[in-house]
């Protein structure tokens, strides 16, 4: 090959090779597991939990020096150090397969020479130091755009392992690390983040109407969902999945009736009911509607097991077949509306024009967007 050929060669590769990159991290790929969103941290071990306080509390102590996201912070620590299991993690303090000397010198192996620490807060110094500098990433705020830097620098040897990064950071939710409040940034600390611990304590407000939304939102109702994230917490809630066996999983609510939910699935569970399905918090506008917003967008209303507790439209008081032929441990009537009323949440299993068996919600009725009750 002549030497201009083996030039334009290396021409191509230079341009083509970031385009390959950033095709593989923004689309699908067999390594990526969007899902619906919900997030799997609820499925963590104890020891998986504590890695992921563990290195968000550090990536917090260099935040505002180096300005890293903690989300890519976090996935490559998982990827590198094998959470924490790797040799070089437990020998060197090395969560992130950093190679040369350290600042307790070095540690080899038969695969190389890697950076050792006195702790693993020094690795994630020397990481969020090495990334801000060499790559390039300080302030970034799209974590694509942080993968694609870290891929053109030699940080990431080809799509396969950006995608496993982008996969840590979607299934895990990790994303959600990334612009903590000093309030969740303490309950990292305390290791209270995600459980609960959060919350204010304070009873759900018993009210009327206008009196629940003014204790929820006191500076009127959120007109976006970024305003509205600043109300909301994920917090663990106690449940029997499909098949009766006991688990943990992770509901996204408001903050001020994190307490309560969680009451109330810690006493579904007691009377042996499988609230396999669950969800609160997304935003979007009202069933049947073009533009009311529903009350899951403020974090307030709970659906439970959908597909035997139906939303049923236009039978006036008639109910579904497919409730009423629900089996017990899956069907939502008797003990455990209770359980939900004595909280102070509405069914809609009462309402008169429709019946939303599955669902039930804090507030009574739609709500307008930006407006101040």
């Known amino acids: 090959m002549s030497k201009y050929r083996k030039y334009a060669v290396k021409i191509i590769m230079f341009f083509l090779v970031p385009l390959i990159i950033i095709a593989a991290i923004s689309g699908d790929s067999e390594d990526s597991n969007t899902g619906n969103g919900i997030s799997n941290i609820e499925n963590l071990t104890a020891e998986q939990y504590e890695f992921i306080m563990s290195v968000t509390e550090y990536s917090y102590e260099y935040k505002s020096a180096y300005q890293i996201l903690t989300s890519v912070t976090l996935a490559q620590a998982i990827e590198e150090s094998g959470w924490g299991t790797s040799s070089i993690a437990k020998n060197a303090n090395n969560l992130f397969g950093i190679k040369g000397t350290g600042t307790a010198g070095s540690y080899v192996t038969s695969s190389g020479k890697w950076q050792k620490f006195n702790s693993r807060k020094e690795s994630v110094e020397a990481y969020s130091k090495l990334i801000s500098e060499k790559y390039h990433c300080k302030g970034v705020q799209d974590y694509t755009e942080v993968l694609i830097a870290l891929a053109n620098g030699g940080y990431c040897e080809g799509s396969r392992y950006t995608n496993k990064i982008k996969n840590h950071i979607e299934s895990y939710n990790l994303t959600m690390f990334d612009n903590l409040t000093n309030e969740e940034l303490e309950q990292v600390k305390n290791r209270t983040f995600g459980t609960g611990g959060d919350s204010s304590g304070e009873p759900a407000n018993t009210g009327t109407k206008n009196e629940r939304v003014r204790w929820l939102f006191p500076n009127g109702v959120p007109s976006s969902e970024n305003e509205c994230r600043k109300y909301l917490t994920t917090i663990s809630v106690e449940i029997l999945?499909?098949?009766?066996?006991?688990?943990?999983?992770?509901?996204?609510?408001?903050?001020?009736?994190?307490?309560?939910?969680?009451?109330?699935?810690?006493?579904?569970?007691?009377?042996?009911?499988?609230?396999?399905?669950?969800?609160?918090?997304?935003?979007?506008?009202?069933?049947?509607?073009?533009?009311?917003?529903?009350?899951?967008?403020?974090?307030?209303?709970?659906?439970?097991?959908?597909?035997?507790?139906?939303?049923?439209?236009?039978?006036?008081?008639?109910?579904?077949?497919?409730?009423?032929?629900?089996?017990?441990?899956?069907?939502?009537?008797?003990?455990?509306?209770?359980?939900?009323?004595?909280?102070?949440?509405?069914?809609?299993?009462?309402?008169?024009?429709?019946?939303?068996?599955?669902?039930?919600?804090?507030?009574?009725g739609s709500l307008v967007a930006g407006k101040k009750y």
């Open 241 to 364: 999945d499909k098949n009766g066996k006991a688990k943990q999983v992770s509901l996204t609510c408001h903050k001020k009736l994190a307490s309560s939910i969680q009451n109330a699935y810690r006493e579904m569970k007691a009377k042996g009911f499988r609230a396999y399905d669950n969800g609160c918090f997304n935003w979007r506008v009202m069933t049947g509607t073009t533009q009311t917003m529903s009350n899951h967008s403020f974090g307030f209303a709970v659906d439970i097991n959908p597909a035997f507790n139906p939303y049923v439209k236009g039978i006036k008081g008639t109910s579904s077949s497919v409730w009423n032929n629900a089996p017990s441990y899956y069907k939502i009537d008797g003990e455990i509306v209770g359980i939900w009323k004595k909280y102070g949440f509405y069914w809609g299993g009462d309402y008169k024009n429709i019946k939303d068996y599955m669902h039930f919600e804090y507030v009574d």
